[in-house]
């Protein structure tokens, strides 16, 4: 058995409006930041998981973002996994 760490990343969908994400944006021109657009904001989680492998690691990992971490209708996901 191998000790993984996995970093999720989940972010709103690149055609669905981000209401925070177009708040902070709006509020980036009052703090004198016009220069910085389109803040997309989303959440990212860190997670350990024992596996038999990297590759059933990969699998446990997607099917938690799949069933609990990520409402795929209006997010998507990406991870890294680290052996550690």
Known sequence: MAKFIADI????L???LDPQGKAVTGSM????????ENVRIGKHITLE????SETAAKAKVDE???KLLCNQ???????KLTSI
């Not at 990343?9 to 709103?12: C, F, I, K, L």
């Not at 998981?49 to 038999?52: E, K, Q, Y």
């Open 14 to 16: 690149k055609a669905l």
């Open 9 to 12: 990343d989940v972010m709103p």
């Open 64 to 66: 938690a973002c799949k």
């Open 73 to 79: 209708i209006m997010e998507f996901y990406e991870f």
């Open 49 to 52: 998981i024992t596996a038999d």
């Open 29 to 36: 021109k009052n703090l004198h930041l016009s220069e910085i």
